[in-house]
């Protein structure tokens, strides 16, 4: 009897020390299933990588925006391939009679506008590109005649963003003081007429002082008036004599208020009397 409890004790004490196999052989299983796991993630379907990869590229490729041409998967009708369930195309062949946009979306509006119909330029540009080469010929010619002439110190043309500026030295065309035209000045706007003939560009006309005052003997009562004569003088040469549309001209006189120069030395004082002959540009660039 007593044998026996013996036995009975020590089988007890050697399944208490066997139990930790249990464990471990738990703990080893588990192991395995997370590697086994793992390795199931880590390995790729290689011809469903590929489609989803080659979808992607083309649509990148292609510029089409998801959000707008309404392709995407979210759509819940379209597969990689960008087919309807229950219908089948080939990739890239549209239906006769349709176009197709960039992102493979079928179009009944027909081709899309070459390259060409697009840098075809419009009316409007025709006429700036027409009428940037008149004020060019015309400066050119002008620039010409001023040098073929020596009247460097007295005419200055210049291109300006409002157009063609003429500008004319009030001792090349007045007596001090005066608004009357002097006999020397002639030639050059006769010359200048003959190039605003038909020059279909609005000419402006604007007479310019220093701030000196006036003598108590001008007949003109200040700065204001005087620009403004100077101006008129020069507009009723060119209708009256030379036989130009009067609707062609506008004129102003602007006394002292726009300087050239600094009015505080004689040189800058002379450079702001002056008559400016403005040809104005009437078109403006894209």
């Given at each position: ?25 738990d703990l080893i299983t588990l192991l395995l299933i997370f590697f086994v796991v793992l390795y199931a993630m880590s390995s790729l379907d290689t011809e469903k990588y590929n489609v989803v990869t080659g979808s992607l590229s083309q649509t990148f490729k292609n510029g089409s925006a998801l959000p707008g041409g309404g392709n995407g998967l979210l759509d ?211």
């Amino acid at each position: 009897m007593r044998q026996r409890n013996r036995r009975k004790q020590r089988g007890t004490e050697q399944d208490s020390r066997d139990r930790w196999m249990i464990t471990y052989a738990d703990l080893i299983t588990l192991l395995l299933i997370f590697f086994v796991v793992l390795y199931a993630m880590s390995s790729l379907d290689t011809e469903k990588y590929n489609v989803v990869t080659g979808s992607l590229s083309q649509t990148f490729k292609n510029g089409s925006a998801l959000p707008g041409g309404g392709n995407g998967l979210l759509d819940g009708q379209k597969g990689l391939n960008g087919t309807s369930p229950g219908r089948q195309s080939q990739p890239g062949s549209p239906e006769p009679g349709k176009g197709q946009d960039a992102g493979g979306a079928e179009s009944s509006e027909g081709p899309s506008p070459t390259k060409s119909d697009n840098l075809k330029p419009s009316d409007r540009e025709l006429a700036f590109r027409e009428q940037e080469a008149r004020l060019a010929e015309l400066m050119g010619v002008i620039t010409k005649y001023v040098k073929d002439n020596n009247l460097g110190d007295q005419i200055f043309v210049a291109d300006k963003p409002q157009g063609i500026a003429i500008t004319l030295s009030d001792r090349f065309l007045f007596d001090p003081g005066n608004a009357a035209l002097k006999a020397p000045a002639l030639p050059a706007l006769k010359q200048l007429s003959g190039l605003f003939h038909g020059i279909g560009a609005t000419i402006s006309i604007e007479g310019h002082t220093d701030n000196m005052p006036l003598s108590k003997l001008s007949r003109y009562s200040d700065n204001w008036e005087l620009s403004g004569a100077r101006a008129l003088s020069v507009l009723r040469y060119f209708v009256d004599k030379e036989g130009l549309t009067p609707s062609t001209f506008q004129y102003a006189g602007y006394g002292d208020t726009r300087p050239a120069s600094d009015n505080s030395t004689e040189a800058g004082r002379q450079k702001n009397r002056r008559v400016e002959i403005i040809v104005l540009r009437q078109l403006q660039g894209k």
